[in-house]
Structure formats: C-alpha cells, structure tokens
C-alpha cells in the first residue's frame, strides 16, 4: 500500500486500488487524486471450526460469540466507515438477501449468559488463524474482535502466517479453532459462497456441517427466479440461527 501510494502521490501512476481507510484524506488533500468507493463483492467473517471442536459445535456457543461483536465500532474505528455491516454472508445488495435479519445486535451480557448455560469455562481459550497482507485491514479486525471476545471471558490467541501457509493450510482442511477470511462472488450471488463455505463436504472450505442448511443450499442452487431468491433467503435464516461464521 505504500508504494502504491507513494506513486500516486510522485504522478508516476494514475490509478491505484485498495487505498487504506487511514489514507483516504491523505490522497484527497494533495489535489492530484479523488477516492471513489464501491460497494465490494468479498464478504469477511471469522469461521468456526464446529468438527473438531466440541465446544464451538455447541449452537449457543456460536451465538454467544457473536452478540460479543460490535460491529458498529469494527465498521467506523477499524475500517473508517468504508464497511457495511452485514447480518449473514449476504450484502444488501446480493441477490437473495433477506431484509428480514439485521446483523447481530452487540449484547456481552447475553454473551456471557449464553456462554454460562453452555457450560464454558472462564479460562476458555481459542486460537484463529488469519493471512498476513490478503485481506484489508484483516490484522486490526481481528485484533479488535479478540478484544472484544476478551471482555465476555474469551481468551483469542491470533496466528499470522503468510498466505501462502494459509492456503496450504485451508486446502487441507486444517484451521485451528478460527480462520479469519473472506469470500465473495463478482456475480453478486451468494450461491458459490454457500456451496463452498457453508455446506457439508470434504473438498469444501466449510468447517460446520447442518443437514437443514446442507438441503437449503441445494434447493437454492438448483432453482431460478423468485424461488432461486426465496431459497436463498430461507438459507440466510438458518445460518442466522445456526452460525457457522462470526458475522461482519
């Protein structure tokens, strides 16, 4: 990022991408150069790994951990308001998204209460993996979640590797009890997204498996028009329910 700005800023080039939120009036004042933002097709979340961890396959769990989110503090403080929040994996303007689900209100006392009925432990500790340099910011956002996580009795032990270890890692199905990572779809269609980090499946990116969502998902990938749009929505639903993912 740097580099890049540092050419914008010398004339040496005319058009850069990914300016960081932190640059933004840096590169407006100099008066060689607008910012224009679009809305992205990459949507990030935290997976939960719920097949080899007991305790993150525990519906309430997931929930819990969720409602520890302020999502509105991410969005403003961390990404400078260049972020929407979302309440599944399916932006506003994705086809299918459901208006019906808002994204999960910050409430650490529910947290904790869902936590506590679930028998976690106060020691409880978790580790996340995450890409160093892939994804916008992904460092200060999961920073941010592990702070917060802390506050409702969650101990978050971040690993950074370089993306390629990450890919390695995630090709062969092999995360911790986290991954940060985002995922998205140039046709503004979250069916791909679906399929490839929610459904059951052993050659997925999916690390959570639910029959309900797994037969959800392939009425929406095999139908079109209002009912493709419907299917879609009644996915979102489930997964709202049932996260497999710390929503964004």
């Excluded at 929930?63 to 302020?70: G, Y």
């Excluded at 910011?137 to 993306?163: C, D, P, W």
């Excluded at 998902?217 to 996260?243: C, F, R």
Aim: aromatic share 8%; net charge negative; proline share 7%.
């Amino acid at each position: 990022a740097s580099t890049r700005l540092a050419e914008l800023a010398a004339g040496n080039v005319d058009i850069i991408l990914n300016v960081p939120p932190d640059n933004v009036d840096e590169v407006s004042s100099q008066g060689k150069a607008s910012v224009k933002a679009v809305e992205g097709a990459r949507v990030a979340a935290i997976w939960f790994n719920t097949l080899s961890n007991p305790t993150l396959a525990k519906q309430e769990v997931r929930q819990a951990l969720n409602f520890a989110i302020d999502r509105d503090i991410i969005t403003q403080q961390v990404m400078g308001g260049f972020a929407v929040p979302v309440a599944t994996i399916v932006p506003p303007y994705f086809t299918g998204y459901n208006p019906d689900l808002k994204p999960i209100p910050y409430d650490p006392d529910k947290a904790k209460s869902l936590l506590e009925a679930a028998g976690v432990p106060a020691d409880f500790t978790i580790e996340m993996l995450l890409p160093v340099g892939r994804y916008m910011l992904a460092e200060q956002v999961t920073q941010e979640v592990a702070n917060q996580l802390s506050k409702v009795g969650v101990t978050v032990k971040l690993n950074a590797v370089e993306f390629g270890v990450f890919a390695q890692q995630t090709q062969a199905r092999d995360i911790p009890d986290l991954m940060y990572a985002a995922w998205g779809s140039p046709l503004l269609n979250p069916i791909d997204m679906l399929e490839t980090c929610v459904k059951s499946g052993t050659t997925n990116f999916s690390f959570y498996s639910n029959p309900a969502v797994d037969a959800a998902i392939d009425k929406a990938a095999s139908t079109v028009g209002d009912e493709h749009v419907q299917a879609l929505q009644a996915v979102e639903k489930l997964i709202y329910d049932d996260p497999p993912f710390i929503f964004l």
